[in-house]
Nanobody, 125 residues
């Protein structure tokens, strides 16, 4: 049974950076498209970033463009989300998921998507 484990969250001040990791076990991440989602208290979950199976193409929601970067390290079976210039509105639980795709600029998942347990990111002064 495959599993995804997110890590790297924490409490940072506005303007600082964090790098989230999404480590896979039981399967090969290189075989899947991966997305990062986030959910803030009282808000719906939103897709933040997406990377294709090959890793050559990426996508970001408008609110994080130019600040976040998604990448795959196939040797480590891990996907990363580098988050720079963090803002208080980035505060949320961040999740990674497999089998993601994009439709009309929205990042979506399927019934076959595997999700991690999430990691908390808090941006506050």
């Amino acid at each position: 049974q495959g599993q995804l484990v997110e890590s790297g969250g924490g409490l940072v001040q506005p303007g600082e950076s964090l790098r989230l990791s999404c480590a896979a076990s039981g399967f090969t991440l290189a075989d899947y498209s991966i997305a990062w989602f986030r959910q803030a208290p009282g808000k719906e979950r939103e897709g933040v970033s997406f990377i294709t199976t090959s890793g050559y193409a990426t996508y970001y929601t408008d609110s994080v463009k130019g600040r976040f970067a998604i990448s795959k390290d196939n040797a480590k079976n891990t996907v990363y989300l580098q988050m720079n210039s963090l803002k208080p509105e980035d505060t949320a639980v961040y999740y990674c998921a497999t089998n993601a795709y994009i439709r009309d600029t929205v990042i979506l998942t399927t019934s076959r998507s595997l999700w991690g347990q999430g990691t908390q990111v808090t941006v506050s002064s």
